[in-house]
């Protein structure tokens, strides 16, 4: 009995995938459209639902589309019996296609009961995170802590993050916008204040201690009152009137599902902050604040539609900049690059800054009015340090494999990296593992047939790992675009029976860099950049750093902070 199993794709089905994957996505925008249409302006907490958000972190909706198309493709092809899914969504929606057309297809999911409790309580465990949120926020509020609205009212907004990776020994080290305050004017320096989006569960106070003796900080909590808590905690189960109307998806009636997902992610965190980033700054126009300009860590999720959504409702004659300070897979991440009813929506800002002039055209790639500019690449400074690459010549040849976040993701380029290893078996190779922070990497090994002897797990800091390599192997993080600013050749390993997440923009020059979908793929990669000369690695070094990574000047660092 033939069938599809849709977490096993060969590799010229993965790849027929990605080609779906890039047909469908004007069709997706125009169901996504339809969904703007009807919500019109009827809710601030519908234009920032997760079924909005275009973010395959939130919303599989358009994933699973993809995978239906697939399916399509491949059972007209063949007389297929069985469809074995990646999830239980996916499975409702293949399902559902198949009873429209009568087709006796098996369409199959184990979903074991962790997962399945998972799904249903889904919505309450969001809810009551939100609940937790409210009461740290409300419990560490300080009304001594506004700004007199005689005296400094005039302020720049700079949207920021606390994490604790951020403070060592007592101190505070900001990570994303790194020489901004050390290359102003002091009058300007004073008006900025960055606006926190906390990660911290504990100890808040001590950690907010130490940011304020460092620089200037503005707490939402201290601004917002118990009634925008519960406004932002019970919206949801409210607004839902936009159900009662049909969605296509081509002519395919995605309605239900459309329903399903909002159910399940009605109460998200991310969605819930937006709706209080949008309460913020009506409070700070109560409050006679005057934003003069305000800067968004654009990423165009939710929380920060409603960042933008308020800062041109309450403050529409101030400046708003969206900065992207970091380079992702624009074709797999589609919610960094704004559609026009976004803009139409009032959730993008005036101004998105980039730090390259290469990013230009995937912004405005959707949506060819946006006003767009290029930005100091504050976070990758450091990649203008040729003092850095400096490195004593070693006979091996040293390969880095950067593993990202992502378990599935480390787990597939790791196991691919392993048969090579085991293939090509070349002493005057050197395999070093560069495991992301927050990846479990024992749990990794644990999993793995085993563990080659000649895999050594560094500790070093990024730059200085990549910097003594010869070429580096990742995924979808952005350290692949770094390694290439350095003039290291790059591998980016596809992940089996999934859409790519490549980092690199399709305008870098192949020279440097390959995709590859099997073991064989990469020992070729590995071959041609083996033979790369020096000479072009530095010319290949100076191309990337002038059209990606911005340095800090007095040209760009006006584009980010435009003040006369």
Sequence with gaps: MKQI?????????????????????????????????????????????????????????????????????????????????????????????????????????????????KRYIAPSVDFLRNIKISLRELFHRNKDRKLDNNKENEIIIIDTFLIKSMFKNGVYRDRYYLGLLQNIDDNTKKKIYFCPTILINDDLNKYIDIVNKKENFIFKFDYLKISDYLFALFIPFFKNSFFKKKIFFKEFNISKIIKREYHINRFH?????????????????????????????????????????????????????????????????????????????????????????????????????????????????????DQLLNKTEDTNYKILVALPISYSQSYNIITQIIKVSDSINLEYISWFIKPHPSLDISRLKNNLNHWPRNFELTKENFSKSIINSNLMIGGSSSTCMEALAYGIPVIIIADYSSILQNPIPNNVSKNMWSICYSEKDCINALNRFYKIKNLSKKKFRNEILKAYFNPISTESMASILPLK
């Excluded at 302006?41 to 395959?56: A, F, P």
């Design 5 to 117: 199993d849709l977490n096993n794709l060969s590799r010229e089905n993965t790849k027929l995938l990605n080609d779906i994957y890039d047909d469908l996505i004007n069709d997706y925008h125009k169901s996504i459209d339809s969904i703007y249409n009807i919500v019109n302006k009827k809710s601030i907490y519908l234009y920032l639902c997760t079924t909005l958000s275009r973010n395959h972190n939130l919303s599989n909706l358009f994933i699973n589309l993809c995978y239906l198309e697939l399916v399509k493709i491949l059972v007209n092809k063949d007389n297929i019996k069985v469809v074995k899914c990646r999830s239980f969504e996916q499975k409702i929606l293949i399902k559902q296609y198949f009873k429209k057309l009568n087709k006796n297809i098996n369409v199959e999911y184990k979903e074991i009961l962790n997962d399945k409790l």
């Design 269 to 385: 965190s991310s969605t819930f902050q937006g709706v209080l980033n949008y309460l913020f700054f009506k409070r700070l126009k109560e409050n006679n604040i005057k934003v003069i300009l305000a800067v968004d860590w654009f990423e165009n999720q939710p929380i920060d539609k409603g960042f933008n959504l308020g800062l041109n409702k309450y403050f529409s004659k101030s400046e708003t900049i969206g900065y992207q300070g970091f380079i992702l897979s624009y074709k797999y991440n589609l919610h960094l690059v704004p559609i026009s009813k976004e803009v139409e929506a009032g959730l993008i800002p005036k101004k998105i800054c980039v730090i390259g002039d290469g990013l230009v055209p995937f912004i405005k790639k959707y949506y060819s009015k946006l006003n767009v500019k290029t930005a100091p690449a504050f976070r990758f400074s450091y990649l203008y340090n």
